[in-house]
T-cell receptor, first 116, second 117 residues
């Protein structure tokens, strides 16, 4: 079956520090990969996505590259801000269709806190 | 374009009651999925509807059900509520032009927070 594993949190950083949140996956077929962010009291917002191997998703200074050889999709940002404090979820959606229709499989989430 | 809307935003029920949650997808989106989020289990897939048909279902008991209307709006129902059903219920919609291929992005609503006492 499909599964996503994220690095254990919480992650605490100072403003302008470099961020990496590791994400690895197990899937049959060729999944699409996503990073979602959840701010306190809100739903999930799509941060970035990649739909095939070697694609790089990027948004708001965040980047992640779809690495099929290592089954990874690590999230990075060069300089974090206090406003980046949130919970980050890595997710996959299998492109095989069939019983995978509409189903996102999520990692457990990583809490990021950025201090001034 | 308006985003995914969910009503109500907050709900308090007692054990044994039933509850109905509503989701209005982004205009033009045909697929609606539901997820349960709890601190212990994280985000878990409940079911997905497309063109008024349930296309996929997660591992939840039959007390959890849903439906989709011709305008793509969706409702989910939980009968005989248990304490463990307390959670944030998230709805997501996608355009699904490609008939279920997973490249389509799912856009989430703000959720309905259900507390069962």
């Amino acid at each position: 079956g499909n599964s996503v594993t994220q690095m254990e949190g919480p992650v605490t950083l100072s403003e302008e520090a470099f961020l990496t949140i590791n994400c690895t996956y197990t899937a049959t077929g060729y999944p699409s990969l996503f990073w979602y962010v959840q701010y306190p009291g809100e739903g999930l917002q799509l941060l970035l996505k990649a739909t095939k191997a070697d694609d790089k998703g990027s948004n708001k200074g965040f980047e992640a590259t779809y690495r099929k050889e290592t089954t990874s999709f690590h999230l990075e940002k060069g300089s974090v801000q206090v406003s980046d404090s949130a919970v980050y979820f890595c997710a996959l959606r299998n492109n095989a269709g069939g019983t995978s229709y509409g189903k996102l499989t999520f990692g457990q989430g990583t809490i990021l806190t950025v201090h001034p | 374009k308006a985003g995914v809307t969910q009503t109500p935003r907050y709900l308090i029920k007692t054990r044994g009651q039933q509850v109905t949650l509503s989701c209005s997808p982004i205009s033009g989106h045909r697929s609606v999925s539901w997820y349960q989020q709890t601190p212990g289990q994280g985000l878990q897939f409940l079911f997905e509807y497309f063109s008024e048909t349930q296309r996929n279902k997660g591992n939840f008991p039959g007390r959890f059900s849903g439906r989709q209307f011709s305008n793509s709006r969706s409702e989910m129902n939980v009968s005989t509520l248990e304490l463990g059903d307390s959670a944030l219920y998230l709805c997501a919609s996608s355009l699904d032009r490609t008939g279920g291929v997973g490249t389509e992005t799912q856009y989430f609503g703000p959720g309905t927070r259900l507390l069962v006492l």
